[in-house]
């Protein structure tokens, strides 16, 4: 049985982990898309689809992600084809956003409506390599599978784009929107095989909402280190993803701010997320001293007002 893949981070591409991703020939920018991250590959012991969250393979009595083991179970046309693909390349896993069964699982939900009960694919995974598979390569792979209809899109592919020349790109993002005169919330960037300074193979993204707060913030602001740290990185965009991510785990349609579960799970993952961008708010604020105990008091406000809490 093959063990479960953990899906990357992917860092902001303002971030030291993005440094020089933009320098490059052959810049892919996709849709970022708002679901809940999901993955699918071949167990040959069970001899069958062996499926996961972002988190843990989901099986018997395990959370299913918001109906997605469910859907994985069942036998339309996009789940026949991911079986007969895995089964056929084995060493892969195939990484998708999972939108929802009956409802948009994600923060937003202003999508096509037809994007319900759908699996985004955004990428694949080699267990051999030990490497995530370029769009170059991987596309053509599932095309020829039939499962072109299901992937992420792309929207350029740019040599040595700056900064500003993605920021174009995303906002003309209307995948799962066309018609809508609504825009995603952000795109992804990616080069083939490149690997950062610290020998990591790194995406990076840019969030709309974040960046135009970003944008507006005085780097002069005369506040303290933790709450320029909360201030940066507990975005509201941030903090309504993982409340999307509390009420797919809960199997809630809506946060219940009356409940002491969900609350404390937010708090939580909040929390947690925030640790995670420990290494990116060093250098961003120049090796600073940051009082941890604050600086969790802070976010545990943040993440009260923000719920309703």
Known sequence: MADFKRYTHVERLDTEECEGLLDNERVYITAKVDGSNGSVWWDADAVRMACASRNFELAEGVDDNAHFRAW?????????????FCEAHPTLVVFGEWMGRNRFVGAFKGYD??????????????RETEL??????????LAEAELEPWFVK??????????DEV???????????EGTGLVGEGVVCKVADWRNR????????LVLDEFKKQRRKSAAEAVGVEQQIIDWYLTDAELDKTVA???????????????????????SMCWRDLLAECPNFVKRFKTPTVDF????????????????L
């Open 132 to 141: 995530y598979l370029s769009d170059a390569d991987w596309r053509p792979l």
């Open 198 to 205: 610290f020998g990591r193979q790194v995406y990076g993204k």
């Open 167 to 177: 920021l174009v790109v995303a906002r003309a993002n209307d995948f799962l929107l």
């Open 113 to 126: 409506p037809a994007a319900k009960g759908r699996f985004v694919i955004f990428d694949v995974f080699d």
């Open 293 to 308: 105990a604050r600086l969790s008091g802070l976010c545990t406000v943040r993440v009260r007002e923000h719920a309703g």
């Open 72 to 84: 994985c179970a069942a036998d339309g046309e996009e789940q026949r084809l991911l079986r007969a």
């Open 245 to 267: 991510k509390v009420c797919a785990r809960c199997g809630e349609d809506e946060f219940d701010p009356t409940s002491r579960k969900m609350a404390g799970m937010l708090t």
């Open 154 to 163: 792309v929207l350029a592919v740019l040599d040595h784009p700056t900064m």
